[in-house]
Nanobody, 115 residues
Framework: QVQLVESGGGLVQPGGSLRLSCAAS????????MSWYRQAPGKERELVAH????????NYADSVNGRFSISRDNAKNTLYLQMNSLKPEDTAMYYC????????WGQGTQVTVSS
């Protein structure tokens, strides 16, 4: 049974940083690409970043490119999202998912960027 537990969200001022984590279990983590998505109230879910199974390939949404960095530690079954230079428009619930496993969503972690 796939289990994804996100953490690390919180309230941060514009220009600040946060590091999100996603602890994965119930599947062979190192065999799957992983993604971070986010959803703000009243908006559609948005793909933020994706990383390949071994970490050699990373892709970002234009809105976060150059500010966010996705990484993974396959020995710890953990996915990360380092978020720098945060903006109010980054405010959203952030989720990690396994794109190849339908329905594999965690409970999410809330990120709020506000002064």
């Amino acid at each position: 049974q796939v289990q994804l537990v996100e953490s690390g969200g919180g309230l941060v001022q514009p220009g600040g940083s946060l590091r999100l984590s996603c602890a994965a279990s119930g599947f062979t983590f190192s065999s799957y690409g992983m993604s971070w998505y986010r959803q703000a109230p009243g908006k559609e879910r948005e793909l933020v970043a994706h990383i390949s199974s071994a970490g050699g390939s990373r892709n970002y949404a234009d809105s976060v490119n150059g500010r966010f960095s996705i990484s993974r530690d396959n020995a710890k079954n953990t996915l990360y999202l380092q978020m720098n230079s945060l903006k109010p428009e980054d405010t959203a619930m952030y989720y990690c998912i396994v794109p190849r496993i339908p329905g594999s969503w965690g409970q999410g972690t809330q990120v709020t960027v506000s002064s």
